[in-house]
T-cell receptor
Framework: AQTVTQSQPEMSVQEAETVTLSCTYD???????LFWYKQPPSRQMILVIR??????QNATENRFSVNFQKAAKSFSLKISDSQLGDAAMYFC??????????FGTGTSLTVIP | ETGVTQTPRHLVMGMTNKKSLKCEQH?????MYWYKQSAKKPLELMFV?????RVENNSVPSRFSPECPNSSHLFLHLHTLQPEDSALYLC?????WGQGIRDTEAFFGQGTRLTVV
């Protein structure tokens, strides 16, 4: 079975600075999808960014970008110009072509004013 | 409107009670999911429904009983729960479910915080 590992239970960043959240995964599939979801205190999981494994170009969404290293099975999230509203739990997720979602244990991000 | 709505937001129940969690999606999706979120653990997939048929049941105890009366509604019936069942229960939906589906994103509700006493 696929596994997703987030090795940083907690991270903090100064407002306006950049932070990188790590994620690694294990799979034998060649085609799959990777996601970063954000879960603020409201508890609703919100999609931040997605990456399709067959695309070599790293996905970007405004201040959010990923570093996708397929061979290393690494999928890190970079948040630039961090804002107070970025404080949340961040979950890395893997979706197989069979549509199974696998989630990591999450990284709690604190933004320091 | 969030697209996926869960009620109630909070629930406290005794071990002998029977209660139900409700999920409703307004996105026209064909697949719906129940997840259990416990502290310091990955989200655990409990059930998947596709076109109102259960397609996944990941070894969930029978004290959890899902129901999908139509593609917009999903219920999780609870009875004789244990304290270790206390967790956040998340409902999600996606356009479709099945091998090779390209539309990939799952949309989540805000969850029901369940406490079993």
């Amino acid at each position: 079975a696929q596994t997703v590992t987030q090795s940083q239970p907690e991270m903090s960043v100064q407002e306006a600075e950049t932070v990188t959240l790590s994620c690694t995964y294990d799979t034998s599939e060649s085609d799959y999808y990777l996601f970063w979801y954000k879960q603020p205190p409201s508890r609703q999981m919100i999609l931040v960014i997605r990456q399709e494994a067959y695309k070599q170009q790293n996905a970007t969404e405004n201040r959010f970008s990923v570093n996708f290293q397929k061979a290393a099975k690494s999928f890190s999230l970079k948040i630039s110009d961090s804002q107070l509203g970025d404080a949340a739990m961040y979950f890395c997720a893997y979706r197989s072509m069979g549509n199974q979602f696998y989630f990591g244990t999450g990284t709690s991000l604190t933004v320091i004013p | 409107e969030t697209g996926v709505t869960q009620t109630p937001r909070h629930l406290v129940m005794g071990m002998t009670n029977k209660k139900s969690l409700k999920c409703e999606q307004h996105l026209g999706h064909n697949a719906m999911y129940w997840y259990k979120q416990s502290a310091k653990k990955p989200l655990e997939l409990m059930f998947v429904y596709s076109l109102e048929e259960r397609v996944e049941n990941n070894s969930v105890p029978s004290r959890f009983s899902p129901e999908c009366p139509n593609s917009s509604h999903l219920f999780l019936h609870l009875h004789t729960l244990q304290p270790e069942d206390s967790a956040l229960y998340l409902c999600a939906s996606s356009q479709d479910w099945g091998q090779g589906i390209r539309d990939t994103e799952a949309f989540f509700g805000q969850g029901t915080r369940l406490t079993v006493v």
